[in-house]
């Protein structure tokens, strides 16, 4: 049997279904649009099946058979990551993509040196960065969009494990001119009205 796709192919098409845009896909994924364009033509050639229904100034939208393409194409990405996964196992090896979604108020932060340890340990695992709010990272975990998530401890859902990595103080903030500013600490009494 002669496959008329490849995983690329499939991910560049997952990646327009969640982007909306070729532009966007294009950005997320690392490569050009001209790229992102030509393997959704080559899969609805393939196939013959037209996956998007192009609005000029809304982006793209999938059509129905094309959000039951896309359904299954997610399905067998899952299904090759797996296959990966084993075959490292087997080998001993750590490799693939490793997909962190993190908060946007520390991403800056913590994602950097976080990558260029993880790389330097594992270097043939690609790092795939991801940074949003709090409701993105949980939606990319549940639809398998992220492998892993940096986020506070709060409303965690409880479908998810939780591993504390590092405890983060709080912080009052205030103006200057706060009774409370020149205060080295303060105790949540202070803070009621």
Known sequence: ????????QLEYLVAVADCGSIALAAE????????????????EASFGLQLFIRRHAQGLSL??????????ARQVLAQASRL???????????AGPLSVGCLMTFAQVLLPQLRRSFQTA?????????????AELFEGLRM??????????????????????????PHAL????????GHRSVTPADLAP
Not at 84 to 94: N, P, Y
């Open 122 to 134: 594992c270097p043939e695992v690609t790092f795939l960065q991801h940074e949003g709010d709090q």
């Open 28 to 43: 997320r994924v690392n490569v050009s649009s001209p790229s992102i364009s030509a393997a959704i033509s080559q899969l």
């Open 1 to 8: 049997m002669t496959l008329r796709f490849t995983l690329r």
């Open 174 to 181: 205030m103006s200057p001119d706060h009774a409370l500013a």
């Open 63 to 72: 059509t129905e058979g094309g959000r039951q393409f896309t359904q299954t």
């Open 144 to 169: 398998a969009r992220l492998d892993i998530a940096l986020s506070y401890d709060l409303d965690i859902p409880p479908e998810m494990d939780f591993l504390p990595l590092l405890p983060i103080p």
């Open 84 to 94: 990966a996964d084993s075959a490292a196992q087997i080998t001993g090896r750590v």
